[in-house]
């Protein structure tokens, strides 16, 4: 499946548009990324935990919004774009949100 941020598809045409497709995650941040992640700031230095659970978020919520393509018969998603926001009571909770276009190409 071609998913791309475009509005287009170079070398291939726009035949049918599904609709407008989702994926969503919702990740926990524990206490030892927390931790760590406090350590880092105090010394300085990049978060590996808090970007590795970054890069996992994205990674699932394009798979999903690519599993929800296939299911509506397209096979390609293009506009995607993909948003971040932090959640819960204690911003604990990281949620990843990838949104594009369903359409056929050919």
């Known amino acids: 499946m071609i998913i791309t941020t475009t509005p287009n598809v170079d070398g291939f045409t726009v ?4 609709g407008i497709v989702f994926g969503e995650v919702v990740s926990g ?19 590996s935990s808090y970007e590795g659970e970054l890069v996992e978020a994205r990674e699932n919520a394009l ?3 690519e599993q929800r ?3 509506m ?4 998603v293009i506009g995607v774009d993909i948003d971040y ?3 819960g009571t204690e911003n604990n909770m990281l949620m990843v949100t990838a949104s594009g276009t369903a359409v056929v190409v050919r």
């Open 15 to 18: 035949t049918e548009y599904k």
């Open 73 to 76: 018969g397209a096979n390609a």
């Open 69 to 71: 393509a296939a299911s």
């Open 85 to 87: 926001e932090v959640l």
């Open 29 to 47: 941040v524990n206490f030892i990324k927390d931790f760590a992640a406090g350590i880092t700031n105090i010394f300085g230095g990049r978060s």
């Open 63 to 65: 798979r999903e919004l």
